[in-house]
């Protein structure tokens, strides 16, 4: 799967490890919930980077105090229609004040982009076949949003704000 | 009444470049149907049975004349020459082309509406009391408020793929116009003990399948605070509203089977932690926002006009007008006026492209270039002088738009129904055309008083008919169209959910089993009692009997 990150496509050095499978003997891994309670000490011990991948039924909340251990919090789409993944990517960045990647994955839509970008995502995994320029389509629309969130970008009510306090 | 600046403008034509090219995406083949869908949900943009449906917001229902113009341009130039009030304060167009869709947003972009949010699983269209700004009985303006909702809810990333649609209402005054019993969420303007303004807020009420009366989360929530709560709420809502089965997804079902003490905990909580943050509304944009709403230029006039009064008593029809289309106004000397869309056996809520332009000529002459549109589907001029009254009426007359029967048996709500609509069970417009023809006679209708009757055609309840005082509800029994009864529904402060009374009426039958109500009640009522107080006395019962034993005994 394409790896879209500020508009490029880029490598991605992460590989998905299942429930089930064998750890690598290197290289920086994502892994379940399921994977990381049961296998948390050697996951910390191979001295790689270790991700997470959330699915919309589960939350950040409940691995808060391990999310300082993650370069990826990879948060799931099970299907376009599920906005659950929104709200956890507010919550990783606004109340967790997670700084790592926040990455969109599962049913992806490039006319969501606003959508993830504004809630905290910064990587997202495209479709097989689909390229940069196809979203960069997508992205091109750039509308002053009425409200903030967590994207840290001008919004209307601060644009107002500061018009306001330049007397205009 | 609000205008956009800027910021405003370049949001909503961004948006029509937006929707043009996925327009465009989906005719060359680029997008399927399935792609398509979504987003032109996001712009209001339906199938129905027979062709596209467009539906454009009004927010909290105000229209300028201007507007009105625009939306009789667009019903003449795109449509078939009309339009559709709908119960929520929007407009619909049954017959747009897909191709042209992107040129009536734009067209609409021109005088400042938009489309977006009307559909989908987003916060919709934000509603409030119909006589915001001019009710007598009015703390402050609720439009101010729905504005500030707007704004918020409009594009807003994180919620455009909630559970269910989610609604919201606004009052500003404590007799509830705006149903916010029966929203989403409710807001009610209070004032607190030092006089300041803030909100009692309520979460969970809904219509439906399963209705539910909303309930208090907040007593008393601090002006400046009112984005912050309800994204409080949006997010807990999103993230553990039920998403597995589409009838259970309406935060009311959240609210119901946690508790309302559950979920009001959870949502402080949430709340605690973003309540300081950038959605805190300063008080310069409440300001800026609130200016926008500042009563128009009054002239001084006296609390009664005389020349007025002496008309209405030599016109006995003019004085029915006004005990039933107008109403007490803040403003000494002035009027909020009622028009009438449901003449006698007309479809409620149609209005044509020559109506709508006519209407605007006449709010610019008589209502300050303003207008309003009510979730009863009617129109309200906010701004009439008393001195104007009376040839105002008849210019409405002229127009078919003073039928002196508002509130009354005869200003049905009903849905789409059979005739449009691919869930029905039965057809709602024809039933409520012949309930307004047998009860034609107005002398009866305003003895009768105030009847709120609505209909829905299916178990959906888009006719409100939970909340009518009579309600009926389509269903379908072994393929016929019948029409189950219900009774004692109320959607405002005094709110209760109808009581379904026996077994259903065949279409046939339905429309004398409705006069038979009507007349238990005439017999059994008290002075001063309306049809819901006398129910409400004595119980369905006598209701029941009549029906049921005395009248239909072999068809039950
Ligand atoms: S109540 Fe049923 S029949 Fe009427 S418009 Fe809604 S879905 Fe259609």
Redesign the interface.
């Given at each position: 799967m394409p790896l879209l990150k500020q508009g490029a496509i880029v490598d991605d050095p992460w590989v998905y490890v299942g429930d089930d499978d064998d750890l690598p003997n290197g290289g920086p891994v994502i892994v379940t919930l399921k994977r990381w309670r049961e296998d948390r000490d050697a996951l910390m011990a191979r001295g790689t980077q270790v991700g997470i991948r959330l699915t919309s039924e589960q939350?950040p909340g409940q691995v808060e105090d391990d999310l300082r251990h993650f370069g990826v919090v990879a948060l799931e789409f099970p299907a376009?229609?599920?906005?659950?993944s929104?709200?956890?990517a507010?919550?990783l960045r606004?109340?967790f004040n997670y700084p790592g990647e926040v990455r969109a994955v599962g049913d992806i839509?490039r006319?969501?982009y606003?959508?993830y970008?504004?809630?905290g995502f910064d990587a997202i995994e495209i479709k097989d076949g689909e390229t940069a320029a196809d979203w960069a389509?997508a992205t091109s629309?750039?509308?002053?949003?009425?409200?903030?969130?967590s994207d840290g970008a001008d919004?209307?009510?601060?644009?107002?704000?500061r018009r306001?306090a330049a007397g205009g | 009444m609000y205008r956009y600046?800027e910021?405003?403008h370049?949001?909503v034509q961004?948006?029509v470049?937006?929707y043009r090219?996925?327009v465009a995406r989906r005719i060359s083949g680029e997008l399927s149907e399935e792609?398509f869908r979504?987003?032109r949900l996001m712009n209001g943009l339906y199938l129905q049975l027979h062709a596209y449906m467009l539906r454009v917001a009004i927010p909290y229902g105000t229209l300028s004349s201007k507007q009105l113009r625009k939306l009789a341009h667009i019903a003449r130039t795109y449509d078939k020459g009309y339009g559709h009030w709908t119960t929520r304060q929007n407009i619909q167009f049954n017959w747009p082309k897909l191709d042209e869709t992107p040129d009536i947003l734009a067209e609409l972009a021109e005088v400042e509406m938009h489309a977006i949010q009307t559909s989908g699983?987003t916060i919709r269209n934000v509603t409030a009391d119909a006589y915001g700004g001019v009710a007598a009985d009015e703390i402050e303006d609720p439009r101010i408020w729905a504005e500030i909702i707007r704004?918020?809810s409009?594009?807003?990333?994180?919620?455009?793929?909630?559970p269910r649609k989610f609604k919201i209402a606004v009052t500003g005054a404590p007799h509830d116009r705006a149903a916010v019993r029966f929203h989403d969420i409710g807001v009610i303007v209070k004032r607190n003990w030092d006089g300041e303004i803030g909100f009692e807020v309520l979460v969970g009420g809904g219509l439906g399948r399963t209705p539910m009366i909303a309930k208090t989360i907040r007593q008393f929530l601090p002006k400046q605070h009112l984005?912050s709560y309800l994204e409080a709420i949006l997010?807990v809502y999103?993230?553990i509203g039920r998403?597995d089965n589409k009838y259970k997804a309406r935060i009311k079902i959240m609210v119901h089977e946690l508790g309302i003490d559950e979920v009001g905990e959870m949502v402080e909580d949430e709340w605690e932690?973003?309540k300081t943050?950038?959605?805190e509304l300063?008080a310069?944009?409440i300001a800026?926002i609130r200016a926008y709403f500042a009563p128009p230029e009054y002239e001084a006039l006296p609390a009664e006009d005389p020349g007025f009064a002496a008309k209405r008593f030599e016109d006995r029809a003019c004085a029915q007008w006004v005990r039933s289309n107008v109403n007490h106004h803040k403003q000494p000397g002035y009027a909020i006026v009622d028009l009438s869309v449901k003449p006698e056996g007309q479809p409620p809520g149609d209005v044509t492209d020559a109506q709508m332009d006519a209407v605007a000529d006449l709010a610019e002459a008589y209502s300050m270039d303003e207008l309003r549109v009510t979730h009863e589907q009617n129109l309200v001029f906010p701004y009439v002088k008393q001195s104007d009254l009376y040839e105002l009426w008849r210019k409405l007359i002229e127009q078919g738009l003073a039928t002196a029967n508002v509130g009354l048996v005869s200003d049905i709500i009903a849905c789409p129904g059979l005739d449009y609509c691919a869930l029905a069970n039965a057809r709602s417009i024809p039933v409520a055309q012949r309930i307004s023809k047998r009860f034609a006679d107005l002398d009866r209708q305003h003895d009768i008083g105030e009847l709120r009757m609505k209909i829905s055609g299916c178990i959906n309840a888009c006719g409100h008919h939970h909340v009518g005082h009579i309600g009926l509800l389509g269903v379908d029994r072994r393929g016929e169209e019948y029409y189950q009864i219900t009774l004692g529904g109320a959607p405002g402060e005094d709110a209760s959910v109808g009581k379904i009374i026996g077994p259903a009426f065949s279409s046939g039958d339905v429309v004398d089993a409705v006069e038979e109500l009507v007349n238990v009640y005439v017999e059994k009522r008290r002075e001063g009692e309306r049809f819901l107080d006398t129910y409400r006395r004595i119980g369905e019962e006598p209701f029941k009997t009549r029906l049921y034993e005395e009248r239909f005994h072999a068809a039950a």
């Open positions: 939350t376009f229609t599920d906005g659950r929104y709200s956890n507010r919550r606004d109340r839509l006319d969501q606003f959508q970008h504004r809630c389509r629309i750039i509308t002053t949003p009425y409200q903030p969130a919004n209307v009510l601060s644009l107002r704000q306001a | 600046d910021f405003d370049a949001l961004d948006r470049a937006q090219d996925q792609q979504p987003l699983n704004q918020w409009t594009l807003h990333p994180e919620f455009s793929f909630l984005l997010r999103n993230l998403r932690r973003i943050g950038e959605l300063p310069d944009e800026r």
